[in-house]
């Protein structure tokens, strides 16, 4: 089986995907706009040939060139798990006969309000919203909403450029701090904790759910840069806090008609347990999502997805083993990483349930969390117990800090 796979050398997660193919017998051909040389060694051994794009904004350029270097080659399948490059996807699928998500498809998962329509339509509960492009429509759209809202980027990422405002003041600030931005999405504040849903499905059959929880939303982390944020992948998706998302998550694979790969979605649990839609990509998620998957089921579902992918199903067990909590840490100080204080600590204590510590290296530059979602380091602690995986997290947050100086 030929594998298209789109940009191989970022983000980071991308390269355990290239194995994951490689590993289900795939023949990985990789297109992406980092010079061959600068591929990292690992993805470059899972690949059995490489495409250097100019770049990925001039798609018919892209999708000139890539069927130039795969003639004579069948092209099974076009396998994009990164966000900005889904539309091409779908323009290579369409130009190499390669069945999978369509271009028309591909839409809803990229606009959000492209996306509320649809489910909304379907009868689902997603934030009242309207879709803005200058201030004008946005104070229209305020009337209409009420406060609090959200006001935020139509095709945005990492909550950049995204702001709560509780009134009238607060949205005079957002409007101009969004200037730069085409297309806002203004949205009904969702109260509630904030949690994810995550999937692999094959022929849009859903082969497996994740589901992580936010500690705290990642609009309040990226706001506090003191904040270790978390996410905790849940061991038991059965309780009624946490199956009312996992019914909510079905349905909407199910009205976007996603097909194959990884879905990764956000919804909110209201103080009431209702389950509000969020968002959903159509690819799979970040902030080591994917990792905690492996460390809660001690499994690979790098390789796990690509079987689906490749053959339609998954033959390892997937059983969820351990609540597996990602805690993120940035750096205190000025200057370079000095220490990491409460390290020896954390590990007497529970060292045995900590099965990664990846923190910025002592001498270098603290990395900015707005940018790199990671900041200085992730931990990684789990447990089969709920309680005793968020008393580590705490202790995590509290008790570790990186120190600049
Ligand atoms: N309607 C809403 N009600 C409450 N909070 C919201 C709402 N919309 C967005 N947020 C907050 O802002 C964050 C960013 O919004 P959203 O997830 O839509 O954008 P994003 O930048 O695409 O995120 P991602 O990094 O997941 O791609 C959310 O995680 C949530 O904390
Ligand atoms: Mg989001």
């Not at 999708?63 to 092209?75: E, F």
Request: charged share 25%; aromatic share 8%.
């Amino acid at each position: 089986m030929n594998v298209l796979f789109l940009s191989p050398g970022f983000p980071e997660e991308m390269k355990y995907f290239t194995h994951g193919f490689e590993h289900v017998g795939a023949r990985v051909f990789g297109v992406g706009d980092t010079p061959r040389a600068g591929l990292d060694a690992y993805v470059k051994h899972n690949l059995a040939d490489y495409l250097q794009i100019a770049n990925w904004q001039d798609e018919q350029e892209v999708v000139r060139s890539v069927h130039a270097w795969v003639r004579g080659k069948t092209i099974d399948r076009v396998v994009c798990l990164w966000e900005p490059v889904m539309f091409l996807a779908a323009k290579l699928r369409e130009a190499l006969g390669v069945p999978g998500l369509s271009l028309e498809q591909s839409i809803p998962f990229r606009d959000k309000a492209a996306m509320k329509a649809v489910l909304a339509k379907a009868g689902l509960r997603t934030p009242r919203d309207a879709r803005c492009t200058n201030a004008s429509e946005v104070w229209a759209a305020a009337e209409r909403i009420g406060y609090p809202l959200i006001i935020k980027p139509i095709a945005g990422a990492g909550s950049a450029d995204t702001y709560r405002c509780d009134d009238k003041a607060a949205l005079e600030r957002a409007v101009q701090m969004t200037r730069h931005v085409p297309e806002v999405s203004v949205e009904e504040y969702i109260e509630g904790e904030e949690l994810t849903y995550d999937t692999v499905c094959a022929g849009g059959r859903i082969l497996f759910e994740n589901v992580s929880w936010y500690r705290p939303k990642p609009l309040v982390a990226r706001l506090n840069p003191w904040i270790s944020p978390q996410s905790i992948a849940l061991k038991n998706l059965d309780g009624p806090e946490v199956r009312v998302g996992c019914e909510l998550g079905r349905k909407v694979i199910a009205a976007l008609g996603f097909q194959d790969g990884m879905t990764h979605m956000e919804w909110f649990r209201t103080p009431k347990g209702e389950a509000v839609f969020g968002e959903i990509g159509g690819r799979a998620p970040g902030g080591r999502i994917v990792h905690a998957m492996n460390y809660s089921c001690d499994a690979d579902l790098f390789a796990a997805t690509a079987e689906a992918v490749c053959h339609g199903k998954i033959s390892q067990n997937l059983a969820k083993r351990h609540n597996c909590a990602i805690v993120f840490k940035r750096a205190v100080g000025n200057g370079r990483i000095a220490r990491y204080e409460g390290l020896e600590n954390l590990l007497r204590r529970y060292g045995e349930h900590i099965p990664v510590v990846d923190l910025t290296p002592i001498g270098q530059t603290p990395r900015d969390p707005r940018q790199v979602v990671v900041g200085d380091g992730w931990i990684v602690a789990r447990h089969p117990d709920l309680a005793t995986t968020l008393e580590m997290a705490d202790f995590i947050g509290t008790d570790l800090r990186v120190v600049a100086a």
